[in-house]
Nanobody
Framework: VQLQASGGGSVQAGGSLRLSCASS????????MGWFRQAPGKEREFVAA????????AYADSVKGRFTMSRDNAKNTVYLQMNSLKPEDTAVYYC?????????????????WGQGTQVTVSS
């Protein structure tokens, strides 16, 4: 399994960014895709997850109502639309995947990871 995250950048507070995570090698009949983030000096934390089959999503309370995770099956890509960004959203964002369909929220639940993409939100 290979994951390639992209779309990070620098924005002002209140702005928007869309992250992408292109995947290959996901041959599981059912799986979960997740987004995590890690700010400097902090532990990696769960942001959002989406299930396959189906498009059920789950979010961390800190991003609920502002972030939306979605999928384009034809492109084998998941997205994280981030609106109303805040300085505290500044972090390196990672996508991850695992077999089985459930809302896994712990870093150790995911064996497959993409490289991170930096998101910086200035006040």
């Amino acid at each position: 399994v290979q994951l390639q995250a992209s779309g990070g950048g620098s924005v002002q507070a209140g702005g928007s960014l869309r992250l992408s995570c292109a995947s290959s090698g996901l041959t599981f009949g059912a799986y979960t895709m997740g987004w995590f983030r890690q700010a400097p000096g902090k532990e990696r934390e769960f942001v959002a997850a989406i299930l396959w089959p189906g498009d059920n999503t789950a979010y961390a309370d800190s991003v609920k109502g502002r972030f939306t995770m979605s999928r384009d099956n034809a492109k084998n890509t998941v997205y994280l639309q981030m609106n109303s960004l805040k300085p505290e959203d500044t972090a390196v964002y990672y996508c991850a995947s695992r077999a089985f369909r459930a809302f896994f929220r712990r870093e150790n639940d995911y064996p497959y990871w993409g490289q991170g993409t930096q998101v910086t939100v200035s006040s």
